[in-house]
């Protein structure tokens, strides 16, 4: 997060701290509620967008939509308001990080987690579903993760309620990310809740695979993917995806919404029964699935060419009972085989897609691997030029790789090598900078980067800040290198930094910062040495070693503690003052009136302003009056009369 140069209080009652992140439609702030002393996350709308009403009311709607869900795993809307011609939404700030920033760098999670977080994503749009809202934007960046585990979905900017039409997209435009479109969302056709299985299931696929199922170099390039191309196999790129989690997969990816899951839930109790290790049901689906192993296939052929409608024999049959007998069994076999291989060559010659193998062009100059694709009867989609020692014009790598079962007429893309185009760089020192700033520097000096963890942390250490790197900055490297990057492990304990003397705001963006969480009940406690409303101190205290996302107790001081005046009539001005002081207060001695003091009372304090035993403020000033002389006679001795 980066702090903010101007803290701006909106309504007079939240107060930006930190930039937490930049979207399509709005920047979100960590702030703090100043009303119920609460951190907060605050969604402004740009302002170039707020004189716009369409975007006003997209915006709105947002606020509408999200308010009316109340579910664990949506993120909560609190409020949302205008100020001074700026726009805003007042959610719940989550303390952990979103499901882009774990899979950052092409990272894959297991099964299993893979499994168990799209089940609760799944869970949170099923209600949304129920209750009339699609999301339209399901995709990593809006997939948050809590430090205890929990995920939530936030971000319905761009949600519609399934029974209204919406008006608000313009003309020959969809609204949404491309790399997470449904095919009915990038043809813009009308979207259901079918449409938030689809994207949900391409961040599946991601998790799984460390890379979504469709790649381009345009938007309208993936777009026409989604629609056109064939969705490839989640093993394909990761052998040890299981299959029924794989089948899962395919099935939420059909390009045909009638033949994915009907709903978020019937997705999500797949994904529990293989968690459970149950069966699933998309295992026995032929969904999105192409190639000789999906069986089902044979029985989706329409009237006229199913298999059983072949002949084989002709003519009435007079040894039925006597064949019946004897050769039941391998008469039926043969008979089941012919069936099959006669309706199989007559579906293949009456011009159904063929399944072959994905030749391999890698190593080949562009112009043979063209002409190898397209003997094979498959459409080269896109030919992309990338940095290589290979020789300039040779196919580097290809998507699907070779030995694939493909469809005829599928898509491919090509990599081809455009050289060694590489240019020195210095890397850049990304030592203790956050993880996200260091993505920036190296993006600058087109660097790839990989992140690592380490349990070795020095002191003062904290999580996602950057530990040490691979090169060291400002070392000689190559444009597109990778530079290893090494993080906190999750496990790792650091010690709590000191936020004695901030503001409450200061201390929570501090902890916050630094990968803790602040309790959202503070204390106070009267303090002679820090001034009323800054942090006295935390609990755990400073210094003490705690996981990430520890919870902070923060006290406050409540203002200075009150004191006992002591009695220092009679005591010389020197003696008062040094008796005041070392009780905490301060002294403003004035002379007393002569005719009020005695020779013997000159140079001692006869009165003070403040009774002695009563209590005051800590540093409060106690006038005293000291007799500097005495217009009374000397006390003479008594007369006999």
């Known amino acids: 997060m980066e702090p903010v140069s101007d803290p701006r209080i909106y309504s007079n009652r939240y107060q930006v701290t930190h930039l937490i992140a930049r979207g399509g439609m709005a920047m979100v702030y ?288 007079t040894d039925v009972r006597r064949r019946r007998s004897n050769h039941t069994g391998i008469i039926s076999a043969v008979v089941i085989v012919l069936l099959a291989v006669a309706g199989l060559s007559y579906f293949l010659v009456a011009g159904k897609p063929g399944v072959t193998l994905m030749p391999d062009v890698v190593g080949r100059s562009t112009s043979t691997a063209l002409k190898t694709l397209r003997s094979a009867d498959l459409f080269v989609s896109s030919v992309k030029p990338v940095s290589s020692a290979e020789k300039k014009g040779t196919v580097v790598s290809t998507v699907p790789k070779a030995g694939v079962k493909v469809k005829s007429r599928e898509s491919v893309s090509l990599k081809v090598s455009s050289g060694t185009t590489t240019t020195p760089v210095t890397v850049p020192n990304t030592i203790g900078k956050s993880l996200s700033a260091a993505e920036a520097l190296l993006g600058l000096k087109h660097l790839g980067y990989k992140v690592d963890q380490t349990t070795t942390a020095p002191a003062g250490a904290t999580p996602n800040t950057i530990l040490s790197q691979k090169p060291a900055g400002g070392s000689k490297s190559r444009t597109g290198d990778t530079v290893i990057l090494y993080i906190m492990a999750p496990l790792t304990t650091y010690p709590v930094p000191s936020v004695v003397g901030q503001s409450e705001v200061g201390a929570t963006s501090t902890l916050v910062g630094d990968g803790l969480s602040v309790s959202p009940t503070t204390t106070s406690k009267c303090s002679n040495t820090i001034a009323s409303g800054l942090v006295l101190s935390t609990v755990p205290a400073t210094g003490t070693e705690v996981d990430a996302g520890t919870q902070i107790r923060l006290i406050t001081s409540s203002g200075v503690c009150n004191v006992v005046v002591p009695d220092v009539t009679g005591f010389t001005l020197g003696a008062a003052q040094s008796a005041m002081t070392g009780d905490g207060l301060q002294t403003s001695p004035s002379a007393a009136d002569p005719t009020l003091c005695t020779p013997a009372q000159v140079g001692t304090v006869i009165s003070q302003g403040s009774s002695p035993g009563s209590s005051v403020p800590y540093n409060s000033t106690i006038n005293i009056a000291v007799c500097d002389a005495s217009t009374q006679p000397a006390s003479t001795q008594p007369t006999s009369g």
């Open 30 to 317: 960590r702030a703090q509620d100043l009303l119920l002393n609460r951190p907060v996350a605050l969604k402004i709308l740009y302002p170039e967008l707020g004189a716009d009403p369409l975007f006003v009311e997209r915006f709105r709607r947002e606020a509408q939509a999200a308010a009316n869900l109340s579910h664990p795993n949506i993120v909560p809307v609190f409020d949302w308001g205008e100020d001074g011609g700026t726009y805003f939404i007042v959610m719940e700030l989550i303390d952990g990080t979103s499901l882009a920033d774990v899979l950052r760098g092409s990272r894959i999670l297991t099964a299993s987690r893979s499994a168990l977080i799209i089940a609760q994503v799944a869970a949170a749009l099923g209600y949304a579903h129920r209750n009339g809202v699609v999301h339209r934007d399901v995709k990593p960046g809006n997939i948050l993760i809590t430090s205890d585990g929990q995920v939530k979905v936030t971000d319905f900017g761009i949600a519609q309620a399934i029974s209204s039409e919406d008006h608000l997209a313009e003309e020959g435009s969809v609204m949404g990310t491309a790399t997470y479109f449904s095919p009915e969302q990038a043809e813009g056709a009308s979207v259901d809740g079918r449409s938030d299985v689809y994207s949900l299931g391409v961040v599946l696929f991601e998790m799984l695979v460390g890379r979504p199922p469709f790649i381009g170099d345009s938007p309208v390039a993936v777009s026409s993917q989604h629609v056109h191309g064939t969705v490839p196999k989640p093993s394909e790129f990761n052998d040890t995806v299981p299959r029924d989690l794989e089948a899962i997969v395919m099935q939420a990816l059909a390009k045909s919404p009638g033949q994915r899951y009907q709903s978020a839930d019937e997705f999500r109790a797949d994904l529990i029964r293989f968690s459970e290790g149950q069966p699933v049901r998309a295992a026995g689906y032929g969904g999105a699935f192409f190639g000789i192993d999906a069986t089902r296939a044979v029985s989706a052929v329409p009237g006229g060419e199913r298999t059983q409608a072949v002949p084989v024999m002709t003519g009435p049959r």
